[in-house]
Nanobody, 115 residues
């Protein structure tokens, strides 16, 4: 059974950093396309970053140069390093695992950027 568990969210001041983790069980992250999404109150869910099975990465324009998605195969975990955080980055961040018709989501972790 594919399961995902996010952690690492919290309250941070503008300009600060956070690293989110997405721990996986029941499958190997390197064999799936792994993505981070976010959803702010009153807004649609937004794709933030993706890492493919071969390690290629893509980012939303709003986070390019500030966020980095990575994968640790030994720990079976995907990360989202977030630097230079802005108040508009405030949202619930969720990870997603996709392969073929398989599609699984974690429960999400809250990130709040505020002074």
């Amino acid at each position: 059974q594919v399961q995902l568990a996010e952690s690492g969210g919290g309250l941070v001041q503008p300009g600060g950093s956070l690293r989110l983790s997405c721990g996986a069980s029941g499958f190997t992250v390197s064999s799936y396309v792994m993505s981070w999404y976010r959803q702010a109150p009153g807004k649609e869910r937004e794709l933030v970053a993706t890492i493919t099975r071969v390690g290629d990465t893509t980012y939303a324009d709003s986070v390019k140069g500030r966020f980095t998605i990575s994968r640790d195969n030994a720990k079976n975990t995907v990360y989202l390093q977030m630097n230079s955080l802005k108040p508009e980055d405030t949202a619930v961040y969720s990870c997603r695992a996709q392969r073929g018709f398989s599609n699984s989501w974690g429960q999400g972790t809250q990130v709040t950027v505020s002074s």
